[in-house]
């Protein structure tokens, strides 16, 4: 009987420990998630302006490179 008691105590033990290692982890999750999605927003952001100014340099480079095509024929 002192094992099945000692058991149950362990184990309620172990599960009142996880809930409050879960209640004080929930502030650092939710510091992550935002960070988090800031960063990608930030990120996805960069990228963006970044694939527009190449299209439009690629835009300006054909341009030149067919004006100057033309001047030599």
């Known amino acids: 009987m002192g094992n099945i008691l000692r058991d149950l105590c362990t184990g309620?033990?172990?599960?009142?420990?996880?809930?409050?290692?879960?209640?004080?982890?929930?502030?650092?999750?939710?510091?992550?998630?935002?960070?988090?999605?800031?960063?990608?927003?930030?990120?996805?952001?960069?990228?963006?302006?970044?694939l527009l100014a190449f299209v439009v340099w690629g835009i300006g480079f054909l341009y030149r490179r067919a004006r100057e095509e033309g001047k030599a024929r």
């Open 12 to 50: 309620a033990a172990l599960l009142v420990c996880a809930l409050i290692v879960a209640i004080l982890l929930i502030p650092v999750l939710v510091f992550l998630s935002v960070a988090l999605h800031l960063i990608s927003w930030f990120l996805s952001a960069l990228l963006s302006i970044l």
